[in-house]
């Protein structure tokens, strides 16, 4: 009896969600878009950061605009060798004690989209204190060599 009030109770709420009425009231959306950043060493064209899974490398820091420097698991992580920078700002430094200093800017505008969060743009993409490359978009990828 419990299984067929469930049952019930589940076709019901099916039947009565429209697919066509997208109801956003409880979407949280992300309030710019995330970048995905792989660095390599320019000499020796070795890839760094490949066992920071967990946790940031010491003296690793990252800070927007107006000097907001991120937490890491917070406003970063490193995933897979690659940091993952949360919500990209138009502009972002990036700094190993002792091995770079690199700044990322960029033009980012929020664009309108057919689901409940916003797309973005992201253009003008330029660096400071590393050569970069971007490696895939929309999605931000970037390829940053010091």
Do not use: H
Not at 4 to 21: F, H, P
Not at 106 to 122: F, K, L, R
Not at 130 to 141: F, M, N, S, V, Y
């Amino acid at each position: 009896m419990k299984k067929l009030l469930v049952l019930i109770i589940l076709s019901l709420s099916l039947v009565t969600c429209d697919s066509d009425d997208l109801d956003c009231a409880n979407v949280l959306c992300a309030p710019g878009p995330a970048m995905v950043i792989t660095f390599f060493d320019a000499e020796t064209g070795e890839q760094l950061y490949t066992d920071t899974d967990g946790e940031a490398p010491e003296g690793f820091a990252v800070t927007v605009q107006n000097d907001l420097e991120l937490l890491y698991n917070q406003g970063y992580v490193f995933q897979n060798g690659e940091l993952v920078i949360y919500v990209f700002p138009e502009v972002a430094t990036i700094v190993q004690e002792g091995v770079f200093d690199v700044t990322i800017n960029a033009t980012v505008q929020t664009q309108e989209s057919s689901g409940c969060c916003p797309d973005y743009s992201i253009s003008n993409i330029n660096s400071t204190g590393g050569d970069i490359t971007i490696t895939q978009l929309p999605e931000l990828r970037l390829r940053i060599d010091f």
